[in-house]
């Protein structure tokens, strides 16, 4: 996958009909948005677009609703199979339940709070009643140059997310030019996130073009020294990352929840700190890569340790490595954030993955706390990638001293996995 792709500065949109899949699966508690992040940052690609004279067609799924605007409102594939599992006595009863539910979904997770916030920031939206139905169809037909209408929840439709080709034709068909915009979504394959594309020619929004820009030059041409930062809960999640960032980076630095697996490899106690027994010798290797290329591994020296996993547990610092029984790691110690600190002086780029330790507990966050402040402090170019990570640096305040913030969780993990999202893989190269 190359990361020149055509944005829609590119391309000309005037009078076009654009058809642009945005990422507005926005937090929504009793009908009020409580984190509007993801609308705002797909303003700068909208505002273009209306400026540029476009007819605008904005598309963004909502939750994971049930597929409702089937002709006979039908139950999924799972739903089925949960209540086949039921005693038949039950399963009546079941099944009326699950399409009450369905029917609820066209409400609860309909786009019109983001329709209503859009207008509120100055985009003056039309929501439709429906994704391609009839309503759809008229008001897309209807658009007048400079004019946006926001279709319903993508997701109603149960073959989005089976990137059925007869679907992705019919959502093609409301418009001239797909442009996607939802780095969230990019790793999918799905009708509106990829599908889409082979009807109509693709390009990317802004918000992809920074992402795949930033991210696209860490991996291929990064300023050194490359440092990586790895945590998190567990190595698991993180493989890919930590293979393909090792073969990258001058220095790997690793913390969190997954440092102790390593130590465990290495048959250091660990007491009962969080740790995968499976993945022992995939630690040892990763040392061993790690070591053979030259790639200085840091792990940390000493650790702030809880009885229990929970918020208001008893804690203390403890000067080493090797944690007692009945103890598990939750943070770095102070030793640890210096080394760590210290080895970011001087930086190049920094990528950084999964907080230090349990940082939403305010116990267990000063090892995240100093070392983005370390980053902040470095100059270096900094990415974060990850939904936990990224919500740790703008909790503890840091978030407007890095370079990039990534909007998608998934998606930015696959991405510094160095794997293809379908979602950008399908828009159209830079000439
Ligand atoms: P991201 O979403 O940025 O990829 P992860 O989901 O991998 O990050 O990691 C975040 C989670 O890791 C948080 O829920 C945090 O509490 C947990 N975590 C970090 N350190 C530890 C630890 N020492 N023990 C248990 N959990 C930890
Ligand atoms: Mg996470």
Redo the contacts with the bound molecule.
């Keep these: 996958m190359t990361y020149n792709k055509k944005s829609v500065a590119d391309i000309d949109v005037a009078g076009k009909k654009v058809l642009v899949r945005c990422d507005f699966n926005v937090p929504i508690k009793d009908g009020i948005i409580t984190d509007e992040k993801r609308i705002v940052g797909a303003l700068p690609t909208i505002k273009y677009l209306v400026e540029k004279g476009a007819k605008v067609i904005l598309c963004s799924h909502m939750g994971r609703p049930h597929n409702v605007f089937n002709e006979k409102l039908a139950l999924d594939k799972k739903e089925k199979k949960k209540i086949e599992a039921l005693p038949e006595e039950e399963r009546e009863a079941a099944t009326a339940a699950a399409l009450e539910k369905a029917k609820g979904d066209v409400k609860k997770l309909s786009l019109k709070p983001v329709a209503d916030r859009l207008n509120e920031l100055g985009v003056k939206t039309t929501l439709c009643a429906d994704v391609i139905g009839p309503d759809a169809q008229a008001k897309a037909a209807a658009l007048k140059d400079g004019e946006v209408i926001l279709l319903e929840n993508v997701r109603f439709h149960a073959e989005e997310e089976k990137n059925d080709p007869a679907f992705s034709q019919a959502l093609a068909s409301l418009a001239e030019i797909y442009v996607n915009d939802a780095f969230g979504t990019a790793h999918r394959a799905h009708s509106s996130t990829a599908g889409v594309a082979a009807y109509l020619p693709a390009v990317c929004g802004f918000l992809i073009e920074k992402e795949i820009s930033v991210m696209g030059k860490a991996l291929d041409d990064p300023k050194r020294p490359f440092v990586a930062i790895l ?4 190595v698991s ?2 493989i890919g990352v930590i293979n393909n960032l090792i073969e990258k980076v001058d220095t790997l630095i690793i913390g ?2 997954m440092a102790y697996t390593f130590f465990r490899a290495m048959g250091s106690p660990i007491g009962s ?2 740790c995968e027994e499976d993945k022992l010798d995939l630690a040892l290797d990763m040392m061993k890569k790690a070591h053979d290329k030259g790639v200085a591994l840091l792990l940390p020296v000493d650790n702030v340790i809880g009885r229990e ?1 929970r918020e208001d547990t008893t804690f203390m610092r403890i000067y080493s490595d090797a944690i007692p029984d009945g103890w ?4 770095i110690g102070e030793k640890t954030q210096e080394l760590f600190s210290k080895s970011l002086i001087g930086a190049g780029t920094v990528v950084w ?3 230090m ?4 507990w305010p116990n267990f966050a000063s090892g995240t706390r100093a070392v983005a402040k370390a980053v902040a402090e470095s100059g270096a170019i900094s990415i974060i990638g ?5 919500a740790a640096v703008e909790q503890l305040g840091y978030a407007d001293q890095m370079t990039h913030i990534s909007t998608g ?1 998934g998606a930015s ?1 696959e991405f510094l996995e160095g794997l293809e999202l379908p979602g950008i893989a399908c828009l159209q190269d830079k000439d």
């Design positions: 945590g998190g809960a567990k999640d993180k969190g929840g700190s969080i996993y598990m790691g939750l943070d993955n999964g907080p330790g349990v940082s939403e990850g939904g936990d990570s990224a969780g993990l």
